[in-house]
């Protein structure tokens, strides 16, 4: 079903760019509920029109006409939610509010309507489905789960309370995600002593004076978003700021968060946290799992709860030994380099961490930073991909959200465009923190055979550029950073890269969830490799390369501290698993999540859990950014990442690089380009020609 745009939404922009890309700095708060109002109209009459009797039970008639209006209606929600992530204002987060229960509910009410079930059940059922596309088959088989899993086999007097399952969890995550963000804008500490600054680095001591003109303040201001905070915890010899800092950035969005003048429980996610897992609990049994973690299996490639749980206390009791000694050295160079008389407390962690490394590699992350200015950065990322994939990137001029954000092309080697990307790079008032690839839109076929090219987002949180002395100065990242650009392109190359035609399995639509990191882990490897860091470092000052000393100083730190750093990443994903696999929701008590949490920290972890330390309230990734009893795919992906790098080592040892154009051209074949259109497991095995070894990963992690 084409759109017939009625008149008064002619000048909409989500509403006219159509199968092109929106006017993102045109969109205003108020086109948002007459669009995506009309959108929900037009995407519930595809739906009357695909249930039909008439109409008949296949691709072109069924599915093709539904993905039409389901697209319009998704990419137009999408943009107003990728600005309710990157340009929050309190009329955007309002209007978002008001639309986010009737898109919630008609999402719902699709994945139950039994008569489109039965139409796709017949389709699969059909002479035509053998002589469809692989992709297109996948399509239809991953319907028929959803619809399963979206409760269309419930009875009519269920539908009602799951499709109110589905409203309250979208509003609790939408709330949690908005408490984080306005607990982490809302802080603010002003300094006017310079002696208070001892040890901080300059460019972050000049973010915090740009900060504090920013809000019409003298001095310095610091702030809760990581590129503000966390160089205060590692390099600030100022003991009592750290704990201030820390003290702050551990209770957001609790009962012990400070007010900031709102009420002491405005932003405390402590219930909302039951109340998710109660409804996710609620919705596992009605579809007839035992828990939620079951329920996240069905389409995953882990086969069962009791094998994510023995993947996870595996790997935790292999690093564990490493993160014993990892510990036991900070605390005694702690005790007697650093002379902390009453110990190591958790503020000083980052800072003794960062001194122990300065003492036992002889480098600094700071002066290891003035090597990697953003545009130096992205030259290098853009030759690895160029090289192993036969792709050019270009600079592009596609419509932006704000000043700062950059796009691209990119072209095969026919010289066609074949995907265009955004780069939003730097932290900002009103940005969600973190790192995060999005699809803009997605790779398709359509009917009259014309590809619509995929768009995604990479969008990060960066330093912005600061002046220095009257002069912008460019930004340096961290090498840290440098690894997330290189983690969130694999998810783009993912997305962009993809020939998949059928847009239910394109890029990384209908990857298992488990695997959905395999190319975002992938890309980081790249990251300690002397001959892609040679050329794409610059001294911010100097010009000259990172000197082959320097990097042989970050190799050997490669794994400094990776037993602790293992472990913190288990703690997180054995909380989330048990979170959603053997807790009672039901009878849980207001700091339940808390103590189960303490639980695991004390049975998986070697640091211990501060008292007043709330971080499940800030947990973002399982309560509001779709990895609930998923966050183990972290490390179930590292396998399988680790495993396929193998194979560029491998190829290294032949042609001197691995940056191995044909090892490059099978991994894009096998893995980038099949994108969601068949399992998972198969795509890794026509790559590597084997079942996954965890070999790899010890090796590559130190804890062989």
């Known amino acids: 079903m084409k759109l017939s745009i009625p008149q008064h939404l002619l000048s909409n922009p989500l509403v006219t760019f159509g199968s092109g890309i929106p006017q993102y700095s045109a969109i205003l708060p108020d086109h948002i509920g007459p669009a995506i109002s009309y959108l929900l109209d037009h995407a519930q009459g595809a739906v009357d029109h695909a249930v039909a009797a008439q109409t008949p039970a296949t691709w072109l008639a069924l599915a093709e006409p539904l993905e039409d209006a389901t697209e319009s209606l998704g990419r137009a929600w999408g943009a107003v939610s990728h600005l309710n992530s990157v340009a929050d204002s309190a009329e955007l987060r309002a209007a978002y509010g008001e639309m986010l229960p009737k898109v919630t509910a008609f999402m719902s009410s699709l994945g139950q309507n039994l008569a489109l079930y039965e139409k796709f059940k017949s389709l699969s059922k059909s002479a035509e489905f053998a002589n469809l596309s692989r992709a297109q088959k996948k399509v239809i088989e991953n319907s028929l789960r959803d619809f399963r899993l979206g409760g269309a086999e419930l009875t009519e007097a269920d539908k009602p309370r799951f499709s109110a399952i589905q409203d309250e969890q979208a509003q609790l995550s939408k709330a949690f995600s908005d408490h984080v963000l306005d607990a982490t804008d809302g802080f603010v500490h002003h300094i006017t002593d310079p002696a208070a600054l001892v040890g901080m680095p300059e460019d972050a001591i000049a973010a915090a004076a740009d900060t504090a003109k920013q809000k019409q303040l003298s001095g310095w201001a610091f702030t809760l978003h990581f590129p503000s905070y966390y160089p205060v915890m590692q390099y600030s010899e100022n003991r009592e700021l750290r704990k201030l800092m820390y003290e702050a950035y551990i209770t957001r969005a609790s009962e012990l968060a400070p007010t900031y003048g709102q009420g002491q429980m405005a932003w405390d996610n402590t219930q909302n946290m039951l109340d998710q897992l109660r409804l996710r609990s609620e919705e596992a049994k009605m579809l007839g799992f035992a828990n939620y973690a079951a329920l996240s299996l069905a389409p995953k490639m882990a086969q069962s709860v009791d094998e994510v749980d023995h993947f996870l206390s595996d790997i935790a009791q292999r690093a564990r030994p490493f993160a014993e000694k990892d510990w036991q050295e900070l605390v005694e160079f702690a005790r007697t380099t650093l002379q902390l008389a009453d110990g190591l407390k958790p503020w000083d962690i980052a800072f003794a961490s960062e001194r122990l490394k300065q003492a036992r590699y002889a480098f600094s992350e700071n002066e290891l930073k003035q090597y990697f200015p953003l545009s130096k950065v992205l030259e290098g990322l853009f030759r690895v991909i160029q090289t192993l994939f036969g792709v050019t990137i270009e600079s592009a001029d596609l419509p932006i959200w704000h000043q700062d954000v950059q796009s691209f092309a990119i072209r095969n080697a026919q010289q066609k465009i074949v995907a265009y990307f955004y780069l939003d790079p730097y932290a900002r008032p009103g940005k969600r923190g973190g790192a995060w690839m999005d699809d803009a839109r997605g790779r398709r076929e359509l009917p009259n055979g014309d590809i619509q090219v995929p768009v995604a987002y990479l969008v990060c949180n960066f330093p912005a550029p600061v002046k220095v002395d009257g002069q912008v100065r460019q930004p340096t990242i961290a090498h840290d950073d440098v690894i997330t650009l290189f983690h969130e392109s694999g998810h783009g190359l993912h997305h962009l890269l993809t020939q998949v035609g059928a847009l239910g399995v394109s890029g990384i639509n209908g990857v298992e969830w488990d695997a959905v990191e395999l190319p975002s882990q992938f890309m980081e490897n790249f990251c300690w ?46 909380l989330d698993w048990r979170l959603h696999s053997t807790f009672d929701a039901q009878s849980a008590h207001g700091q339940a999540v808390l103590d189960l949490s303490r639980k695991i920290a004390e049975q998986c972890n070697v640091i211990p859990q501060p ?31 680790a495993d396929v790098y193998s194979a560029f080592e491998d190829a290294a040892k032949l042609t001197g690089s691995v940056l191995d154009p044909q090892t490059g051209a099978r991994y894009r074949q096998e893995i980038l380009e099949v994108g969601g259109s068949r399992p998972a497991a198969e795509s890794f095995k026509a790559f590597r020609g084997r079942e996954p070894q965890i070999d790899a990963l010890l090796r590559h992690g130190g804890l062989a």
């Not at 990776?562 to 997180?572: M, P, S």
């Not at 008292?611 to 990734?621: A, C, L, Y």
């Open 611 to 641: 008292e007043i330390s709330r971080w499940p309230n800030t947990f973002s990734h399982i309560f509001a950014g779709g990895y609930a009893a998923g966050y183990y795919s972290y490390k179930w992906a590292e396998v399988l990442s």
């Open 529 to 574: 490799e002397w001959e892609v860091l040679e050329k794409m470092t610059a001294h911010v000052e100097t010009g000259k390369s990172l000197p082959r000393e320097l990097f042989d100083k970050l190799l050997a730190a490669k794994n400094f501290q990776n037993g602790l750093g293992t472990l913190r990443q288990i703690t997180f994903s054995l």
